[in-house]
T-cell receptor
Framework: SQTIHQWPATLVQPVGSPLSLECTVEGTSNPNLYWYRQAAGRGLQLLFYSVGIGQISSEVPQNLSASRPQDRQFILSSKKLLLSDSGFYLC????????????FGEGSRLTVL | AQKVTQAQTEISVVEKEDVTLDCVYETRDTTYYLFWYKQPPSGELVFLIRRNSFDEQNEISGRYSWNFQKSTSSFNFTITASQVVDSAVYFCALYNFNKFYFGSGTKLNVKP
């Protein structure tokens, strides 16, 4: 069966510090991968998605970046965090077009102080 | 442009009441999928249902039912005889061309 894991689960970082959130998927190959952010009390904002290794599409211009160094690994990064980067970050995967369903990781709560 | 609107920000009901969560979507494409997800206080999103754009048949699963109407671009979700465990944030989503677009969510409070 397929599983998705992301870490760390909780992170408290000072403004201006770097960020690295990791996500891995097991039990499937060539998944579509996604990073979403959920600000407190708000909906899900699509940040990045990837349909293959090295292929990253950005939905919202910001100081975050994403990389996909391996087929089932998706990394969200920042060189310098802003206060507004605080939120709940969710990694997700789907099996590609025509299947639809999105499977989410457990989420990573980031607090920037 | 793709867009999902959940106009109800928060709903409070008393246990055993029926409740309907509204979802209106916008898309120019003829092929797409619609979803509902539940986000309990723990934070992880739980898949509830998927519907493709060619299947307007309503669906019932236990206390849950979904009403998909292409004529009004709506995909509403009804919980019958609500329970405290139904308290959560519910998201409606639209999928096409590899991207999922989520509504802003409806927070449902079910009081005992």
């Amino acid at each position: 069966s397929q599983t998705i894991h992301q870490w760390p689960a909780t992170l408290v970082q000072p403004v201006g510090s770097p960020l690295s959130l990791e996500c891995t998927v097991e039990g499937t190959s060539n998944p579509n991968l996604y990073w979403y952010r959920q600000a407190a009390g708000r909906g899900l904002q699509l940040l990045f998605y990837s349909v293959g290794i090295g292929q990253i599409s950005s939905e919202v211009p910001q100081n975050l970046s994403a990389s996909r160094p391996q087929d089932r690994q998706f990394i969200l990064s920042s060189k310098k965090l802003l206060l507004s980067d605080s939120g709940f970050y969710l990694c997700a995967w789907s099996a590609g077009p025509n299947t639809g369903e999105l499977f989410f990781g457990e989420g990573s709560r980031l607090t920037v102080l | 442009a793709q867009k999902v609107t959940q106009a109800q920000t928060e709903i409070s009901v008393v246990e055993k009441e029926d409740v309907t969560l509204d979802c209106v979507y916008e898309t120019r494409d003829t092929t797409y999928y619609l979803f509902w997800y539940k986000q309990p206080p723990s934070g992880e999103l739980v898949f509830l249902i998927r519907r493709n754009s060619f299947d307007e048949q309503n669906e019932i699963s236990g206390r849950y039912s979904w009403n998909f109407q292409k004529s009004t671009s709506s995909f509403n979700f009804t919980i019958t005889a609500s329970q405290v465990v139904d308290s959560a944030v519910y998201f409606c989503a639209l999928y096409n061309f590899n991207k999922f677009y989520f509504g802003s969510g409806t927070k449902l409070n079910v009081k005992p």
